[in-house]
């Protein structure tokens, strides 16, 4: 929550969105992830990063 509070995210618009229902999300995650908490932490800034620079589909 403190990362989301930095990076101006309000999380609560999420809360009810599991990402477990997006296949292609998972899949991704499952073919970079290598399975560390470190990594699993590095992964998610990449995301809150990509989320704060708006990109377009």
């Not at 699993?40 to 377009?56: F, M, N, Y």
């Amino acid at each position: 929550m403190k990362l989301c509070n930095y990076a101006i995210i309000d999380y609560r618009k999420y809360q009810n969105i599991d990402p477990k229902s997006h296949q292609y999300l998972m899949d991704v995650l499952t073919k970079v992830w290598n399975g560390t908490d470190g990594h699993a932490k590095q992964l998610g800034r990449l995301l809150l990063a990509a989320h704060s620079c708006k990109l377009e589909q």
